[in-house]
């Protein structure tokens, strides 16, 4: 079993910075991806970002240029940094571990809202 505990949500204005993390523990073995997804009001929840064991990244169309994901393996702690936040970003923000994109597991979710 693996737990995921996430941190650094919150509000900030427009324009504003936000640094998401979320440190794994358990059994951590053969898990290689780690990544952020968000679930706004009414709407499906989207990948974010995701991150490789062996750090290949991947980002939403949305994001691209302005976050940034990375990991720390040697703390199994993945990082979400969040530059020039709209307030479409405006979501809860799980964090995601797993084997790979369809089989992990989940955080609890962090709220981060961004106002204009």
């Known amino acids: 079993q693996v737990q995921l505990v996430e941190s650094g949500g919150g509000l900030v204005q427009a324009g504003g910075s936000l640094r998401l993390s979320c440190a794994a523990s358990?059994?951590?073995?053969?898990?290689?991806?780690m990544g952020w997804y968000r679930q706004a009001p009414g709407k499906q929840r989207e990948q974010v970002a995701g991150i490789t064991r062996g750090g290949s990244t991947n980002y939403g169309d949305s994001v691209k240029g302005r976050f940034t994901i990375s990991r720390d393996n040697a703390k199994n702690t993945v990082y979400l940094q969040m530059n020039s936040l709209k307030p479409e970003d405006t979501a809860v923000y799980y964090c995601y571990v797993g084997f790979n994109w369809s089989s992990g597991y989940w955080g609890q979710g962090t709220q981060v809202t961004v106002s204009s």
């Open positions: 358990g059994s951590m073995f053969r898990l290689n991806v």
